[in-house]
Structures are given as structure tokens and as C-alpha cells.
């Protein structure tokens, strides 16, 4: 099983940019697809980004579409986030998440994911 830790979300205006870091322990890392879902008060938690193991394949939400770019790090055992021209509506709390199986291309739903970090707060103003 794969430990998740995020890190980078904070406060910033509208228009600006974050990266987001989630690094990863385990010995697996690298067989896995990693996502990145997000969740806003009141609101289910949504898909935002995922890339396969190797990183050969990305997919994005229709709403961060070239504007986010997921990439990842298997020598450093690191997935990011980056995020630009942000929105008041992307304000929420972001989490990484592991896929149950191993090279396995990834789905958009949460419950593909068996292994979650505690998640980072990202806040947008306009």
C-alpha cells in the first residue's frame, strides 16, 4: 500500500498559479496511476487529474483542462499538480489518491482509488 502526504495549497488570487506536491512512500509508487480529486464545502468530492503509472497518459476534468498539468516523479516517488489561471471555483480541499490496482488506467471515480492522502486547502480570491 502506497502513503500519500500533499503539500503547496495556500491562498492566492484569482489568476495565479500553485503547485501542488504529493509525495508518496512505498515501494509501489511507480505501479500505480495517481489521481488528483478535489472537494468544496457542501460539495462530493471530483475528479481533477490522473496519469498512468509511467506517466505516459494524462486526464483532466473538462473545468481544469489547459489549465492544470499533472505530471509525476517515479525517482522521487512525487505526483504534482500544477495549477494556473486559477478560479474563485477551484477553491477546495485537494487530495492525491493511489489506484487500487497496479497499471491499471485510471477511472475518474474515488472509490477506484484506494489510498488518500490527507489532503491540502487551495483557495482562490477574486
Known amino acids: 500500500q502506497v502513503q500519500l502526504v500533499e503539500s503547496g495549497g495556500g491562498s492566492v488570487q484569482a489568476g495565479g498559479s500553485l503547485r501542488l506536491s504529493c509525495a508518496a512512500s512505498?515501494?509501489?509508487?511507480?505501479?500505480?496511476?495517481m489521481g488528483w480529486f478535489r472537494q468544496a464545502p457542501g460539495k462530493e468530492r471530483e475528479f481533477v487529474a490522473a496519469?498512468?503509472?509511467?506517466?505516459?497518459?494524462?486526464y483532466y476534468a473538462d473545468s481544469v483542462k489547459g489549465r492544470f498539468a499533472i505530471s509525476r516523479d517515479n525517482t522521487k516517488n512525487t505526483v504534482y499538480l500544477q495549477m494556473n489561471s486559477l478560479k474563485p471555483e477551484d477553491t477546495a480541499v485537494y487530495y492525491c489518491?493511489?489506484?487500487?490496482?497496479?497499471?491499471?488506467?485510471?477511472?475518474?471515480?474515488?472509490?477506484?482509488?484506494?489510498?488518500w492522502g490527507q489532503g491540502t486547502q487551495v483557495t482562490v480570491s477574486s
Open positions: 489518491a493511489a489506484d487500487t490496482r497496479l497499471y491499471n488506467i485510471p477511472t475518474m471515480h474515488p472509490v477506484d482509488f484506494g489510498s
Open positions: 496519469i498512468t503509472w509511467a506517466g505516459g497518459r494524462t
Open positions: 512505498g515501494r509501489t509508487f511507480s505501479s500505480h496511476s
